[in-house]
């Protein structure tokens, strides 16, 4: 087994691992595109099928059905929005905690793909698709490491659950509001490049109905950063 494969649940109907940052979820164009989660996965059980992705840079839990009855099921699921994720992050600056109640603030901003700056999305009020993510701060926000000759840069460790599906929805949205992912290169600005050599994007938590016997079920997987 690869050991860029980490397994966290296997059994008749269901496979939940762990992705690394910079691995595809599934193939791209291309030969040098090949190697990504699902092909090592499918190496060692044939009959996994994906069910959904994570962007490449973006690490943690990932789900895939054994068989097609599974992946149907599962697929309904998450049509249905019956499946529950959330991803911790660090973003650029100071975010203050949200002032509603519950500690919770919403981002409801329609994305669209830039055609013409592929593969970036983008807030459109014209063609965009509706879109909805609850975040919270998680803790104060706090210096990353100082660089010699400079101010330390501020950053917030943030929660984050997206209501709907968007590609890029999270790492847009952040943007939005002015605090892009930390180590984001599609979406950060050019002078916040290089505080981190990785995405701080990491799905950490996933309930779903388990496609055997419909109970719910969660994972869970501690951030790296």
Not at 46 to 65: E, F, K
Not at 70 to 78: E, M, N, P
Request: aromatic share 4%; charged share 25%.
């Amino acid at each position: 087994m690869s050991p860029d494969l980490r397994v966290l649940h296997a059994d008749e109907h269901l496979l939940v691992l762990d992705k690394p940052p910079g691995l595809l979820a599934v193939p791209g164009r291309g030969e040098d595109k090949q190697d990504c989660l699902s092909a090592r996965v499918q190496a060692r059980w044939p009959d996994a099928l994906i069910v959904h992705r994570l962007d490449m840079a973006t690490s943690g839990l990932l789900v895939m059905a054994r068989g097609i009855e599974a992946q149907r099921t599962l697929s309904r699921a998450f049509e249905r929005r019956m499946v529950h994720k959330r991803y911790q992050a660090l973003v650029h600056g100071h975010l203050p905690d949200p002032t509603c109640d519950d500690g919770w603030a919403t981002i409801e901003l329609p994305l669209a793909v830039d055609w013409l700056n592929r593969p970036r999305s983008v807030v459109c009020w014209q063609t965009g698709k509706p879109s909805l993510t609850r975040w919270r701060r998680l803790g104060a926000s706090s210096p990353a490491a100082e660089k010699p000759g400079s101010t330390p840069d501020i950053v917030t460790r943030v929660e984050m659950e997206p209501m709907t599906g968007r590609t890029h929805q999270l790492r847009v949205h952040m943007q939005a509001i002015g605090h892009p992912i930390v180590g984001d290169p599609l979406y950060a600005r050019p002078e916040q490049h290089g505080l981190s050599t990785r995405l701080c994007l990491h799905a950490t938590e996933l309930s779903l109905p388990h496609p055997g016997d419909g109970r719910t079920v969660t994972f869970l997987s501690a951030c790296p950063f």
